[in-house]
């Protein structure tokens, strides 16, 4: 073990010890399953077999198209989460309980122990994650560990950097990253150019997209209905919602909206907004209680999690974060349909300038220029854009064969 990791396992050694009257009332009363992160059970799987990890439910959905490419419930492989709803993901994939575990204390000894009887062919790591202690626990043994959808912002880049934690096991590590940026951080880090690859996002991938005739059915659109989504709006930003609202309606261009507010505790701020805009907000929530939704009505999402899949019934997604200077939220849940996009001036997602070269996504300074332009969209509705961006499944299949990683035959596909 290098001094660096060492000193990383020595660091988690003392966080426990100065916790333990905490881990101990947890033990005690069975909270936060402590038995099972500190004392992980021997993993009991023929090898070979893979080991792939998401951190929460949004992680693990992630994973499904590749995890499905290479067998699914047809492999038997272990499957970790650092979350209750991660594990009950897993689960609805149809994985039997035995075959999926908590992530444990990312301790040289966690690992020791859950590997005591086998260590796997292949580790595959979801979006943000970076664990050392995982990463030299399998590089020391010489398991290749891939991160697929990864993405690394500059603050853990700096902070990685200054730690010098992963320098002794990035070299070894195989990255599909999800943008050119993130590429170049995971360079800086020490992972070699030949060892990195741009593929985008599973959770974007073309197998993985919702069906537009569900989408519909669940947000009670008819088929002849031009939606506008409005998603992951800040409260600040409900403002230029209502300015857009009034400004295609003003245009005289038929179109349903939708409003999805980015945190739950601005759905009431949100249906206040709108009725105070003279809109007549319906909570999804209770869209089956109130029956169908009306030509006047704004349809508030009020449900976390579905927006990826509501974008599927969708004409035109308006993109929040970038009204206010958050640097705008991921366009891409909505550019994977083929959708085009607007957005507020603040925008800095990566990609976003290919986005706006070919046309499909256009910044508006406030909500009525935004309204203008929606107006225009739907009148002369160019149909579905091709992606600018590659399909991640493709892309991160093409780079695992060009490394060599382990792979599955057709018969497991």
């Known amino acids: 073990m290098s001094t660096r990791a060492f000193c990383y396992d020595l660091l988690w050694k003392s966080g426990l010890s100065a916790g333990s009257p905490l881990l101990l009332l947890a033990w005690a009363t069975g909270r936060y399953e402590v038995r099972d992160r500190l004392f992980p059970k021997p993993l009991d799987v023929p090898f070979p077999f893979w080991m792939w990890h998401g951190a929460s439910a949004g992680e693990v959905r992630g994973l ?35 075959h ?4 444990p204390a990312d301790s ?23 664990w050392p202690g995982l990463f030299h626990a399998m590089v020391q043994r010489r398991v290749p560990v891939l ?90 930003e409900m403002s230029h919602v209502v300015s857009a609202i009034e400004q295609i309606r003003l245009a005289r261009v038929s179109s349903r909206f ?21 809109l007549r907000p319906l909570r999804l929530s209770s869209l089956a209680h109130k029956g169908i939704l009306t030509p006047e009505s704004v349809l508030l999402v009020d449900k976390m999690g579905v927006l990826a899949q509501l974008y599927a019934g969708a004409d035109v997604a308006v993109i929040g974060g970038a009204w206010v200077p958050l640097g705008g939220h991921n366009p891409f849940e909505a550019t994977a349909y083929g959708l085009p996009v607007v957005y507020g001036p ?29 107006a225009d969209i739907l009148r002369n509705y160019p149909g579905p854009f091709q992606s600018v961006i590659p399909d991640a499944l493709a892309a991160t299949v093409e780079a695992m064969a060009r490394w060599r990683l382990p792979s599955r035959s057709k018969a497991h596909d």
């Not at 995890?67 to 039997?96: K, N, P, Y």
């Not at 999926?100 to 992530?103: P, T």
């Open 64 to 98: 499904r198209p590749l995890w499905e490419h290479f067998g699914g419930v047809a492999s038997v492989d272990v499957h970790l989460s650092c979350t209750r709803t991660g594990v009950a993901m897993w689960s609805q994939f149809g994985i039997e309980c035995t």
């Open 100 to 103: 999926i575990r908590l992530f």
């Open 108 to 130: 040289a000894a966690s690992w020791a122990s859950m590997c005591r009887k086998q260590y796997p062919a292949l580790v595959i790591v979801s979006e943000t994650e970076l």
């Open 147 to 236: 991160l697929v959808s990864a993405r690394v912002s500059q603050r853990t880049t700096t902070l990685m950097k200054a730690s010098r934690l992963l320098t002794d096991v990035a070299p070894a590590l195989f990255v599909c990253a999800q943008t050119g940026d993130d590429a170049a951080r995971f360079s800086s880090l020490g992972v070699p150019c030949e060892q990195t690859a741009v593929c985008g996002s599973l959770k974007w991938c073309r197998g993985s997209l919702a069906n537009r005739a569900d989408a519909r059915a669940a947000m009670q659109m008819d088929g002849d209905d031009r939606v506008v989504v409005f998603g992951s709006v800040h409260r600040e």
């Open 258 to 278: 939708v409003v999805a507010p980015r945190h739950m505790t601005d759905y009431d701020y949100a249906y206040t907004i709108l009725k105070r805009g003279g």
């Open 346 to 374: 603040h925008m800095e997602q990566a990609g976003c300038n290919l986005l706006e070269a070919s046309g499909q996504a256009t910044r508006a300074h406030d909500g009525r220029m935004a309204g203008a332009i929606i």
